[in-house]
Nanobody, 113 residues
Framework: QVQLVESGGGLVQAGGSLRLSCTASGSIAIYNMGWYRQAPGKQREVVARINRNGDTNYAEAVKGRFVISRDNAKNTLYLQMNSLKVEDTAVYYC????????WGQGIQVTVSS
């Protein structure tokens, strides 16, 4: 199975943008992929998902602000995050699913007011 490594997180002011990347150690073409996040004291929640066919769905909290995409040729999943809010602060995790779940190690995104 593939291993996943997230990058692109960091500190940004409210209203700013970040792009997260998730690079896999092998092909992601057969996987349904997604981004999840976990804020301090809260459960991990889905942010956005994209299936093998490129169909997407988003959590209500990020609709219209975040865009998930995938580049199978580069074995990479992306999350473009715009109009960031303080409440978007969390550790973001990349997920690949094909029967079982594969997780990245997570990356911190901090949005300051």
């Amino acid at each position: 199975q593939v291993q996943l490594v997230e990058s692109g997180g960091g500190l940004v002011q409210a209203g700013g943008s970040l792009r997260l990347s998730c690079t896999a150690s092998g092909s992601i073409a057969i996987y349904n992929m997604g981004w999840y996040r976990q804020a301090p004291g809260k459960q991990r929640e889905v942010v956005a998902r994209i299936n093998r066919n490129g169909d997407t769905n988003y959590a209500e909290a990020v609709k219209g602000r975040f865009v998930i995409s995938r580049d199978n040729a580069k074995n990479t999943l992306y999350l473009q995050m715009n109009s960031l809010k303080v409440e978007d602060t969390a550790v973001y995790y990349c997920n690949a699913m094909l029967g079982s779940n594969i997780w990245g190690q997570g990356i911190q995104v901090t949005v300051s007011s």
